[in-house]
């Protein structure tokens, strides 16, 4: 099966319409998606656990960040110039730039960012705004 997601303050939505209202954590786990948050000493992490064949749609942050391939093979997009990774990776996400990550096995995406948020409902807000 291959679906495109959508990252919306961090909640997935199913595509192409891209309509509806973002999925909860809870929700995810239908789709085959999960999420967890990781808190500690001014960090953040935010794991999450990609299906084969699904996207995680194009988008762009406000600020730098690292994400890790912990495991698994993805394509990843960077303003249009495509990657293949294989897990153990590590890329740095430059502010601005236009990303997606397409699963082509299950995959483990961790974004890693600085922040004394420790909340997971709203970590999304006080990161993207």
Excluded: R
């Excluded at 999420?35 to 749609?57: D, Q």
């Excluded at 990776?89 to 890693?112: D, F, N, Q, R």
């Amino acid at each position: 099966m291959s679906f495109v997601l959508a990252l919306e303050f961090g909640h997935l939505l199913p595509l192409p319409t891209g309509e509806g209202k973002a999925l909860k954590d809870a929700d995810l786990s239908a789709l085959g998606v999960g999420i967890s948050h990781h808190f500690g000493g001014g960090s953040y992490v935010k794991e999450t656990h990609i299906p084969e064949g699904a996207t995680l749609a194009q988008h762009a942050h406000d600020h730098d960040h690292l994400s890790f391939l912990a495991l698994g093979t993805v394509e990843v997009t960077v303003d249009g110039v495509s990657q293949e990774m294989t897990g153990p990776a590590a890329i740095l996400m430059k502010a601005g730039k236009v990303h997606s990550v397409e699963a082509i096995t299950p995959a483990v995406w961790l974004c890693i960012w600085a922040t004394d948020c420790t909340d997971p409902e709203h970590v999304d807000e006080a990161l993207l705004g």
